[in-house]
């Protein structure tokens, strides 16, 4: 935390994520985590862009709301065909919001900015959906017994290895 003294520079937003994804790089985040926080920096950095939002120091909580507000109404970029057009799920934009939250949390940490804008924004809730799941042991018994070597779950890629 940056001591007493309050140092608020003159970054822009993209400047900003760039100094913040150049931090996690040099902290040895894993890969995966640094191209999420990219990927919701780039989504971020070009909407304040296309607003002509101000240098970070001087967002508000209401530009970061607006920015909230785009991300349930804009269409989704990827999914099942047909389904490109609906808006992004709650829990998505809960995401964007915790990662932007953290993003700014560094920023006053590095003395960027005096306080973060996101403290007076609440949490959206949202209903979390149950995945069901399969006991390893339910698997094995499905399987042919003579056949299972190994049995291997890949939590990235959701394969299941035999």
């Keep these: 935390m940056v001591s007493d003294l309050i140092l608020v520079t003159k970054l822009s937003p ?11 790089k040099a902290s040895s985040y894993s890969p995966r985590y640094v191209e999420a926080m990219e990927l919701a920096l780039r989504l971020f950095t070009d909407y304040a862009e296309a607003r002509g939002w101000p240098e970070v120091g001087r967002l ?3 530009n970061i709301e607006d920015y909230l507000v785009y991300l349930r109404e804009r269409p989704r970029w990827f999914g099942k065909r047909g389904r490109q057009k609906t808006p992004m799920s709650d829990s998505s934009v809960e995401t964007n919001y915790r990662r932007l939250k953290t993003f700014f949390c560094w920023l006053v940490e590095r003395g960027h900015v005096s306080k973060n804008p996101l403290d007076l924004i609440k949490r959206s809730r ?9 006991a390893l042991t339910i698997i094995t018994v499905q399987l042919p017994r003579k056949n299972i070597q ?3 779950y890949n939590r990235d890629t959701k ?3 035999v």
């Excluded at 993209?14 to 996690?24: Q, T």
């Excluded at 949202?126 to 399969?134: A, G, K, S």
């Design 14 to 24: 993209k400047e900003a994520a760039r100094g913040y994804l150049i931090s996690l």
């Design 60 to 62: 508000t909580a209401s």
């Design 126 to 134: 949202f209903e979390e959906r149950v995945i069901p799941t399969v």
């Design 150 to 152: 190994v049995i291997i």
């Design 159 to 161: 394969s299941l290895c």
